[in-house]
């Protein structure tokens, strides 16, 4: 006998089915009643592993229009947080790291696909990050625009989402740090460095691995 709740267990079924028939984002699951009757419990336990599905975005539920698998994305990670989730110190820094590694590990590969027009617009993205009386949420709009923009040139979903997805973490918990943030012309010079190292294809690595050591000292 199964020792997980119901809910979680019809979780797991669903997920079974979603894998077991070939269901991809946008296709719809059976009617409420054949699922029930096909995983031999009650409609309520069915609503409710439905209902924990659609919180971390597998699936997504129209009123009136059915059950349809979500396309897979990282946001409900983000929107689960809870508000008083605080990383300090150590743990600060150890989130940076991934978020370093993501991008120092991708950055040669992305300068091999980069256009001019991409390179042009970057530069462009930094050079904004020097104009003073930018405010700070300002400058991280314009940092994040700058990072996500770099790595476009991979058509890369998953890579865009992660980027995303760490860009996202860290500043909701870096604000609550006592890091002394760079100057505008410091932040955009660090950025124009990183655009002068993927337009000649050289140093590309060394270049984001200075923007984030730059980081790292001011936490």
């Given at each position: 006998m199964s020792t997980l709740p119901k809910y979680r267990e019809t979780q797991l079924k669903l997920r079974s089915y979603i894998a077991e028939h070939g269901l991809r984002a946008g296709d719809q699951l059976p009617p409420e009643a054949e699922l029930a009757e096909a995983f031999g419990i009650g409609r309520l336990s069915l609503r409710?592993?439905?209902?924990g599905l659609e919180t971390v975005g597998v699936l997504r539920t129209r009123h009136g229009?059915?059950?349809?698998?979500?396309?897979?994305s990282f946001a409900p990670?983000?929107?689960n947080l809870p508000y008083a989730f605080q990383l300090e110190g150590r743990d600060l820094l150890n989130l940076l790291e991934l978020r370093a590694a993501l991008?120092?590990?991708?950055?040669?590969?992305?300068?091999?696909?980069?256009?001019?027009?991409?390179?042009?617009?970057l530069r462009g993205i930094a050079t904004a990050m020097a104009v003073e009386g930018c405010t700070p949420d300002e400058h991280a709009?314009?940092?994040?625009?700058f990072h996500r923009r770099l790595y476009e040139p991979l058509d890369n979903p998953l890579v865009s989402q992660m980027i995303d997805l760490f860009w996202e973490m860290f500043h909701r918990l870096h604000r609550a740090t006592v890091a002394q943030p760079s100057s505008p012309a410091e932040l955009a010079q660090?950025?124009?460095d990183i655009v002068?190292?993927?337009t000649s294809q050289n140093?590309?690595?060394e270049a984001m691995h200075r923007h984030f050591e730059n980081i790292r000292t001011r936490l």
């Open positions: 409710e592993a439905v209902k229009g059915g059950t349809y698998v979500e396309p897979f990670i983000l929107e991008e120092e590990g991708l950055i040669g590969r992305a300068s091999e696909w980069i256009r001019r027009r991409d390179l042009e617009e709009a314009l940092d994040r625009q660090m950025h124009l002068d190292a993927v140093g590309e690595v």
